[in-house]
């Protein structure tokens, strides 16, 4: 069965930085896109970062660009978020994903809380 395990939320402070993972198994891990989404309370869930099958290429959510990055370790069957400068409107559940054309999967989600 397919697992989607996130991990490394937490609380933090303003301006500090956390790196979420996001461990894989019972897939072909390089033959999926992976995304990270947040949801905050009351908003619906938005695609933070994506990641190509082979990690090459990125794409950023506007409002994280600059300050979060997204990676994979294909030997690993893992994906990455690590963020920086951080703000209390990061404030949310993060959710990763695995996607193809066929397939979709997703984490249950980490909480990760900005507040001073």
């Known amino acids: 069965q397919v697992h989607l395990v996130e991990s490394g939320g937490g609380l933090v402070q303003p301006g500090g930085s956390l790196r979420l993972s996001c461990a894989a198994s019972?897939?072909?891990?390089?033959?999926?896109?992976m995304n990270w989404h947040r949801q905050a309370p009351g908003k619906k869930r938005e695609l933070v970062a994506a990641?190509?099958?082979?990690?090459?290429?990125?794409i950023y959510a506007d409002s994280v660009k600059g300050r979060f990055t997204i990676s994979r370790d294909n030997t690993e069957n893992t994906v990455f978020l690590q963020m920086s400068s951080l703000k209390p409107e990061d404030t949310a559940v993060y959710f990763c994903?695995?996607?193809?054309?066929?397939?979709?999967?997703w984490g249950q989600g980490t909480q990760v809380t900005v507040s001073s």
């Open positions: 994903q695995a996607a193809n054309g066929q397939d979709n999967f």
């Open positions: 019972g897939l072909a891990f390089s033959n999926y896109a």
């Open positions: 990641i190509t099958r082979v990690g090459d290429s990125s």
